[in-house]
């Protein structure tokens, strides 16, 4: 079984230009989260999915990311415009969706340099 | 506002030998605690996940114990291996958080030839 597919895997940009991340979850998960994690820091959550209704964004930057999950399966996160420090790692995990405190399964991880 | 630390924030071990990680959390009000471990370049690959009920899980060579009521977790790694060189993360979900992990900064660990 196919785990958490996010591409692309490395991105590099220059300040103020927009950048897009996918994430397709687990088939039949119904909760994506998003996480941010920076260098030498453990991962903070940005946004989190019920299906297609975005329940908890309270720790997204909404005046320069914002995030979709149209169809309640694949989901995109953007950023326009891009800054220095918006460098760092970028992780969707995804869960079943059932019960609170189930286990969430991560993706590989989007890493993101900003020029 | 959930506190996580880990301590300490890198270890550097010959091959052998075991060692403990620690991980603390201030708002003991928790569904569970899980570690895992992150590999450079790579995801998070879930080790153990402990409920608030239980007191320690066991995994091939990995042991990992919680007390709750003092906020605290260690991860137990027995015999070490170079390829158990990497971070190690724990995160906890608080009650009421909607599914949410708070992680600690990590622990990067490196096991010597």
């Known amino acids: 079984e196919a785990g958490v597919v996010q591409s692309p895997r490395y991105k590099i940009i220059e300040k103020k230009q927009p950048v897009a991340f996918w994430c397709n979850p687990i088939?039949?998960?119904?909760?994506l989260y998003w996480y941010l994690q920076n260098l030498g820091q453990g991962p903070e959550l940005l946004i989190r999915?019920?299906?297609?209704?975005?329940?908890?964004d309270s720790q997204l930057p909404k005046d320069r990311f914002s995030a979709e999950r149209l169809k309640g399966v694949d989901s995109t996160l953007k950023i326009q415009p891009a800054e220095l420090g918006d460098s760092a790692v970028y992780l969707c995990?995804?869960?079943?969706?059932?019960?609170?405190?189930?286990?969430?399964?991560f993706g590989p991880g989007t890493r993101l340099l900003v020029l | 506002k959930q506190e996580v630390t880990q301590i300490p924030a890198a270890l550097s071990v010959p091959e052998g030998e075991n060692l403990v990680l620690n991980c603390s959390f201030t708002?003991?009000?928790?569904?569970?605690l899980q570690w895992f471990r992150q590999d450079p370049g790579k995801g998070l690959t879930s080790l153990l996940l402990?409920?608030?009920?239980?007191r320690e899980q066991t995994s091939g060579r990995l042991n990992a114990s919680l007390d709750k009521s003092s906020g605290r977790s260690t991860l137990y790694i027995a015999a070490s291996q170079p390829g158990d060189s990497a971070t190690y993360l724990c995160?906890?979900?608080?009650?009421?958080?909607?599914?949410?992990?708070?992680f600690g900064t990590g622990t990067q660990l490196k096991v010597e030839l």
């Open positions: 995990a995804s869960s079943l969706g059932h019960t609170e405190g189930e286990t969430q399964y």
């Open positions: 088939s039949g998960h119904n909760t």
């Open positions: 999915y019920e299906n297609e209704e975005a329940v908890d």
């Open positions: 708002d003991s009000a928790i569904y569970n």
């Open positions: 402990i409920q608030s009920s239980q």
């Open positions: 995160a906890v979900r608080v009650i009421g958080g909607g599914n949410k992990l708070t």
